[in-house]
């Protein structure tokens, strides 16, 4: 969705880097939800933040990985030291918060580890 | 046990067949379901959701629940090669607004002129 914007849309780290990817969410939405999706494979959660608050962080790596969604600006996920294994597609997502609503989707940004 | 679980397919229907495409998930407190579109290379699009047991139309999409067999399926009609993607089974768990959704494997559909 349009809605969501996400930059970059594609990134190329070298091992080792950091690599810092943005998701401003669609007007009105305070809550973000970051997911992973490796080649071949389905979207896997990982972080969900509200603003200033990680609400839900259970299927973020325990090294490496952090994310952020301050007052002001866009939401944040921060891969530090990155590895070839990082290399995927990471999509955000926004939602009102509300019960029983859906989550837009960003375009995405492809992340490539040489 | 996967949580959610799709046939990764591919699934191949002649154009204006129905598709239909299958999901079933193990927590039984799950309440809404949603069935997203990928095509190559893009970004998840929402076709459906579904809350309550029986089935909900839109346009040539039927979505069907049961959450007594704790399965969730979609029906497509009229088939096109346009709707030829990948399609993700999603969850939300229980009751709460944490928003996290559990997504399957995907099936992908080909549709054949």
């Known amino acids: 969705n349009a809605g969501v914007m996400q930059n970059p849309r594609h990134l190329v780290r070298r091992r080792g880097q950091e690599a810092r990817l943005r998701c401003s969410p669609m007007?009105?939405?305070?809550?973000v939800y970051w997911y992973r999706q490796l080649p071949e494979e389905g979207l896997k959660f990982m972080v969900y933040?509200?603003?200033?608050?990680?609400?839900?962080e259970s299927g973020m790596p325990k090294e490496r990985f952090s994310a952020e969604f301050p007052k002001e600006g866009p939401s944040i996920l921060r891969i530090q030291q990155v590895v070839r294994g990082d290399s995927a597609a990471y999509f955000c997502?926004?939602?009102?918060?509300?019960?029983?609503?859906?989550?837009?989707f960003g375009q995405g940004t492809r992340l490539t580890v040489v | 046990q996967k949580e959610v679980e799709q046939n990764s397919g591919p699934l191949s229907v002649p154009e204006g067949a129905i598709a239909s495409l299958n999901c079933t998930y193990s927590d039984r407190g799950s309440q809404s379901f949603f069935w997203y579109r990928q095509y190559s290379g893009k970004s998840p699009e929402l076709i459906m959701f579904i809350y309550s047991n029986g089935d909900k139309e839109d346009g040539r999409f039927t979505a069907q629940l049961n959450k007594a067999s704790q399965y969730v399926s979609l029906l497509i009609r009229d088939s096109q090669p346009s709707d030829s993607a990948t399609y993700l089974c999603a969850v939300k768990r229980g009751s709460s607004n944490t928003g996290k959704l559990i997504f399957g494997q995907g099936t992908t559909l080909q549709v054949k002129p």
């Open positions: 007007k009105g939405h305070s809550h």
């Open positions: 997502a926004s939602s009102s918060g509300a019960a029983n609503t859906e989550a837009f």
């Open positions: 933040l509200q603003k200033e608050n990680i609400i839900d």
